[in-house]
């Protein structure tokens, strides 16, 4: 089966402007979170969608959204990009066999100027 | 929520050498405790995972042990090599339902020197 993948891999936008990253995960899986990578802060969760629907959510400011569709691809945005949004932002698909193993992504490297 | 502390941050071993990573997580609740290993510029990859009802798993040369009572897990790396050498991520995940979430550790920068 083909990997999860990310789309763009790279991206600089400016302060103020929004953004969207998309994540098609693995064949089949359904579930799909969203973490922000810091070197400060780590592997952050943002938010993780099952069947369109979204089941958990981190602590992140209203600015951070995101969206599933029928097939199962995501997509986050980002709004009003501030300069400490610069990240790599990682998604990871989960099977829905009861386990609850995450897939990653490549990441989509943010960088705000 | 639940909150995962992982350490050391940095760790430098000699090759051949045993390197130990550990973590506590606060939320009882906790039920898997899934390890990641991060090279430079790439995905975070899963090495190895342990449920709450086992106590200790075994991978070739990776075994992670888990404690409930004392909430703390451990990921033992032996006989290491260079290519050993990477970001290593622990998580903690409560299962709600069909529901989960990955809380991780801060990391550990793991360098196997010859």
């Known amino acids: 089966k083909a990997g999860v993948t990310q789309t763009p891999r790279y991206l600089i936008k400016t302060r103020g402007q929004q953004v969207t990253l998309s994540c098609s995960p693995i064949?089949?899986?359904?579930?799909v979170s969203w973490y922000q990578q810091t070197p400060g802060q780590g592997l952050q969760f943002l938010f993780e969608?099952?069947?369109?629907?979204?089941?958990n959510k981190g602590n992140f400011p209203g600015r951070f959204s995101g969206r599933q569709f029928s097939n199962s691809r995501s997509e986050m945005n980002v709004s009003t990009l501030e300069l400490g949004d610069s990240a790599l932002y990682l998604c990871?698909?989960?099977?829905?066999?009861?386990?609850?193993?995450?897939?990653f992504g490549p990441g989509t490297r943010l960088l705000v100027l | 929520g639940e909150n995962v502390e992982q350490h050391p941050s940095t760790l430098s071993v000699q090759e051949g050498d045993s390197a130990v990573i550990k973590c506590t997580y606060s939320?009882?609740?906790?039920?898997?405790f899934p390890w990641y290993k991060q090279e430079l510029g790439k995905r975070p990859q899963l090495i190895i995972d342990?449920?709450?009802?086992?106590g200790e798993k075994k991978d070739q040369r990776i075994a992670v042990t888990l404690n409930k009572t004392a909430k703390h897990f451990s990921l033992h790396i032996t006989e290491t090599q260079p290519e050993d050498s990477a970001v290593y991520f622990c998580?903690?995940?409560?299962?709600?339902?069909?529901?989960?979430?990955?809380?991780f550790g801060t990391g550990t920068r793991l360098q196997v020197t010859l």
């Open positions: 939320d009882s609740a906790s039920n898997y």
């Open positions: 064949s089949g899986h359904r579930s």
């Open positions: 969608y099952f069947s369109e629907t979204q089941r």
């Open positions: 998580a903690a995940s409560i299962k709600t339902g069909t529901a989960s979430k990955l809380t």
């Open positions: 990871a698909s989960t099977g829905t066999s009861g386990r609850e193993t995450q897939y």
């Open positions: 342990i449920r709450s009802n086992v």
